[in-house]
T-cell receptor
Framework: GQNIDQPTEMTATEGAIVQINCTYQ??????LFWYQQHAGEAPTFLSY????GLEEKGRFSSFLSRSKGYSYLLLKELQMKDSASYLC???????????FGAGTRLFVKA | NAGVTQTPKFRVLKTGQSMTLLCAQD?????MYWYRQDPGMGLRLIHY???????AKGEVPDGYNVSRLKKQNFLLGLESAAPSQTSVYFC????????????FGPGTRLLVL
């Protein structure tokens, strides 16, 4: 089966750190994406993890544990512009079929 | 280099009408995808294509048909629109080699009355 879970909403304070979790149950796992989506806009790519471990890109980091079916997106030094939805997506082998979770709406408050 | 473009940006249909959404990419990508996004939900895969002349069903294919006659274009058709198909439709593409990033189009907002 294909099941991707992430929290519906989170709130954090400007300048703080927030971790958005994603768990998945899939077969034929190829990799895991994180996307950012502002209201009314298309998703934009943040990260792609294929192997276990942490990948860091500036203020954003993404972690993957394939054995646990678990990933998180870590956002540091939060800014107001980080208020958006964050989508976790799993790619499958063979054709790169990609399934998205429902997304986590992050609210950054002053 | 326009990336991924979608036509039209917005459309209103009456129940039972038909229409075709066009997705075009100029990055020579092999794989293309159609998603729909409803309020409070993530993207759900409708159909996808791994190359010219080939298509496959995604999570929610019913009520939609697709065609990939040219590598750069991926068409999504609604033969008989229903109010349940009111949604925002996103097209995306990626390369076969590597393909770490899916490039998304700006979306098409469809309202079915």
């Amino acid at each position: 089966g294909q099941n991707i879970d992430q929290p519906t909403e989170m709130t954090a304070t400007e300048g703080a750190i927030v971790q958005i979790n994603c768990t998945y149950q899939t077969s034929g796992f190829n990799g895991l994406f994180w996307y950012q989506q502002h209201a009314g806009e298309a998703p934009t790519f943040l990260s792609y993890n294929v192997l276990d471990g942490l990948e860091e890109k500036g203020r954003f980091s993404s972690f993957l544990s394939r054995s646990k079916g678990y990933s998180y997106l870590l956002l540091k030094e939060l800014q107001m512009k980080d208020s958006a939805s964050y989508l976790c997506a799993v790619r499958f082998t063979g054709g790169f079929k990609t399934i998205f979770g429902a997304g986590t709406r992050l609210f950054v408050k002053a | 280099n326009a990336g991924v473009t979608q036509t039209p940006k917005f459309r209103v249909l009456k129940t039972g009408q038909s229409m075709t959404l066009l997705c075009a990419q100029d990055m020579n990508h092999e794989y293309m995808y159609w998603y729909r996004q409803d309020p409070g939900m993530g993207l759900r895969l409708i159909h996808y294509s791994v190359g010219e002349g080939t298509t496959a069903k995604g999570e929610v294919p019913d009520g939609y048909n697709v065609s990939r006659l040219k590598k750069q274009n991926f068409l999504l058709g609604l033969e008989s629109a229903a109010p349940s198909q009111t949604s925002v439709y996103f097209c995306a593409s990626t390369t076969r080699i590597g393909g770490e990033t899916q490039y998304f189009g700006p979306g098409t907002r469809l309202l079915v009355l």
